[in-house]
């Protein structure tokens, strides 16, 4: 059985850091597109950013430069690095898992595609 769990969510005031963890259990792929996804309070869920098993990777606009994803395959993790955080970042962030690797260009409209979530984790960016 599949399972992700994030963590490292919090508040922080605007212009800190964060960074999100998110471990997975239950699944070995070859192949993969893993991502990040956010739902700001009142919004649907928006794509962050997405990272596929050869380490290619997509930013939304909102968050290049700011935000930066990563993974460690030995630990079955997927990490989500936030700077220069604004109160629009606001959400509960969510990690996502699908085998289907061709999802990474258009993950940000396949929110609803990814197989495998976790439970979210809250950031609150305010001053």
Same mark, same amino acid.
């Given at each position: ?6 963590? &490292?969510g &919090?508040?922080?005031r605007?212009? &800190?850091?964060?960074?999100?963890? #998110?471990?997975?259990?239950?699944w ?8 990040w996804?956010?739902?700001?309070? &009142? ?10 098993s ?7 606009d ?13 630990? =079955? ?9 604004k ?7 969510y #990690?996502a898992?699908?085998?289907r690797w ?8 396949r929110?609803?595609?990814f197989g495998?979530w976790g439970q979210?984790?809250?950031? =609150?960016?305010?001053?």
């Amino acid at each position: 059985q599949v399972q992700l769990m994030e963590s &490292g969510g &919090g508040s922080v005031r605007p212009g &800190g850091s964060l960074t999100l963890s #998110c471990k997975t259990s239950g699944w070995t792929l070859n192949h993969y597109v893993m991502a990040w996804f956010r739902q700001p309070p &009142g919004k649907d869920r928006e794509g962050v950013t997405a990272i596929d098993s050869d380490g290619r990777t997509r930013y939304a606009d909102s968050v290049k430069g700011r935000f930066t994803i990563s993974r460690d395959e030995g630990k =079955n993790s997927l990490y989500l690095r936030m700077n220069s955080l604004k109160p629009e970042d606001t959400g509960v962030y969510y #990690c996502a898992v699908d085998s289907r690797w061709w999802f990474l260009p258009s993950y940000e409209s396949r929110a609803y595609d990814f197989g495998y979530w976790g439970q979210g984790t809250h950031v =609150n960016v305010s001053s």
